[in-house]
Nanobody, 115 residues
C-alpha cells in the first residue's frame, strides 16, 4: 500500500510553466510504473505521462515536447515539468501507480491555464 500526495498546481497564463510533484509514503523502487493523469471538467481521466523503473517514458501526444516526467527512487518522488502551457491543459492532475492489481491515486492538484 502507498499514499500519494500531489503538489505544485496553480493558476498560470498561457505559455507559462509549472512543476508538479508527487510524494509517496513509501519506497517507489518496486513500483514499476508511475504516472500522471488528468481530468478536465466533463471529460474522462486521461494518461498524461508515465515512467517505468527502468526509465522508459510515455507521453500523450498532446503534451509531447512540452511536458517532462521524472522520478527519484531515493526521495520517493515523481515530478512533471510542464512548459508552454495551454488553456486545454486545465485539469486536475493525479499521480498514479499500481501494484498487485490495485490502483493508487493521490487527491489531485488543480492546474488552471488562463488565456
Amino acid at each position: 500500500q502507498v499514499q500519494l500526495v500531489e503538489s505544485g498546481g496553480g493558476l498560470v497564463q498561457t505559455g507559462g510553466s509549472l512543476r508538479l510533484s508527487c510524494a509517496a509514503s513509501r519506497s517507489i523502487f518496486n513500483f514499476n510504473v508511475m504516472g500522471w493523469y488528468r481530468q478536465a471538467p466533463g471529460k474522462q481521466r486521461e494518461l498524461v505521462a508515465s515512467i517505468t523503473s527502468a526509465g522508459r517514458i510515455n507521453y500523450a501526444d498532446s503534451v509531447k515536447g512540452r511536458f517532462t516526467i521524472s522520478r527519484d527512487n531515493v526521495k520517493n518522488m515523481v515530478y512533471m515539468q510542464m512548459n508552454s502551457l495551454k488553456p486545454e491543459d486545465t485539469a486536475v492532475y493525479y499521480c498514479n501507480t499500481a501494484s498487485t492489481g490495485r490502483d493508487y491515486w493521490g487527491q489531485g492538484t488543480q492546474v488552471t491555464v488562463s488565456s
